[in-house]
Nanobody
Framework: QVQVVESGGGLVQPGGSLRLSCAASGSIFSIYAMGWYRQAPGKQRELVATITRGGTIKYTDSVKGRFTISRDNAKNTVYLQMNSLKPEDTAVYYC?????????WGQGTQVTVSS
């Protein structure tokens, strides 16, 4: 059994910053990729950023230049530094960890950007 647990969400004003953390634990052999998805009210879940074990990174266009994903392979932990936050970044953010062929999901953490 693998557990994926996020932390770091909250309420922030537009232009502010938040840092999300996510740790995967349990019966893990080798996690290939970790990343973040988000789902805003009334919208489909979308990919935000991913990072492979080798360090290959992908971002969705709307967060490029504002969000930074990083990873600690030894700790099976991934981080998402979110700067210059906008109201449209408001969503539940989910962490994922992929150990092929299985992808594990966290429970999600709420990020609200509002004045």
């Amino acid at each position: 059994q693998v557990q994926v647990v996020e932390s770091g969400g909250g309420l922030v004003q537009p232009g502010g910053s938040l840092r999300l953390s996510c740790a995967a634990s349990g019966s893990i052999f080798s996690i290939y990729a970790m990343g973040w998805y988000r789902q805003a009210p009334g919208k489909q879940r979308e990919l935000v950023a991913t990072i492979t074990r080798g360090g290959t990174i992908k971002y969705t266009d709307s967060v490029k230049g504002r969000f930074t994903i990083s990873r600690d392979n030894a700790k099976n932990t991934v981080y998402l530094q979110m700067n210059s936050l906008k109201p449209e970044d408001t969503a539940v953010y989910y962490c994922v960890a992929t150990e092929p062929p299985v992808t594990y999901w966290g429970q999600g953490t709420q990020v609200t950007v509002s004045s």
